[in-house]
């Protein structure tokens, strides 16, 4: 597959959006920014809305509200496209405030799905990079459902992840979401009355690199397939429907974070950090399509 470079001189991107128009919107982790940004269909940089805290994964609704998983502020936040907040959510009262909201995704029930990867920031990373023992640490990652209307939490469907990241749903109306530590892709049955975490595959590939490396964010695809960013391991890791892996799409830069189809079905545009740029490849299929429901 052909790649090309989409947006340069993004500050660590993350959470990409496709819109119609070729536009798309994405997060800017970097201490510099800590941005909402919108890129243009030529990939120019506008700022949406500058969070302050550190924002990362995002979701879009019927009603073109944006939703952002604020790792910083250990908040969901809403946003309308003017930047305005609308509304926000910080935890419940049974289980205290989100540690670390990581990805969204909007389901076929309408209620929104998150990660949390299960430690405040401040207690595992230094700047961009992991904190020494961090594969130690406590760790408590968990996946919500979370009813937006009434804006409150529904259930924890899992916990005690390391460190939880990527979320989507299947064709096969599944959820899955991926432990970052580990390499597994996790799916959940979140219709049925008490879900259970079965492994689904693993996207790591054996080398001898002593940096960390693990899946982040994933969507599907028409073809049945799942395509899941694969940091510091310098490619989209593609998972067939039996959970093996298919092939490994190679990246321009070693950190990807996360991807999403754009609207036409031609391309995935890829965020990645090391070189803060979006990457754009030709796709061999569209994008199962994503939910988008009123939320007002």
Known sequence: ?????????????????????????VTEMSHSTLNVTKLDPTGQRHVVRKTGGRPNGLAIDGDGLIWIAEAGLRALICIDPDGREIKRLEGDDRDGQFLFPNDLAFGPDD??????SGMAVTDFLDGQNFVEGYM???????????DP??????????????????????????????ASFTGEIYHYDVFSPAPKRQVFGNVLQPDDRPDFKGPDGMKFGMDGRL????YNQKNVTVLDRDGQVAERLPLDGAQPTNLAFSRDGKR???????????????????GFPLYYPKTR
């Open 227 to 230: 395509y899941c960013t694969v």
């Open 1 to 25: 597959m052909a790649s090309s470079i989409f947006a340069a001189n993004i500050g660590a991107p993350e959470g990409p959006v496709t819109l119609p128009d070729g536009s798309m919107y």
């Open 268 to 286: 995935m545009l890829v965020t990645e950090v090391s070189k803060g740029q979006v990457e754009c490849i030709d796709a061999s299929c569209a």
């Open 111 to 116: 209620n929104l799905y998150m990660t949390d």
């Open 149 to 178: 209307k009434a804006m409150k939490v529904v259930r924890i469907i899992d916990r005690k992840i390391r460190f939880t990241n990527g979320i989507a749903f299947g064709p096969d109306n599944l959820l899955y979401a991926n």
């Open 136 to 146: 130690d640490l406590n760790w408590d990652g968990r996946v919500y459902e979370i």
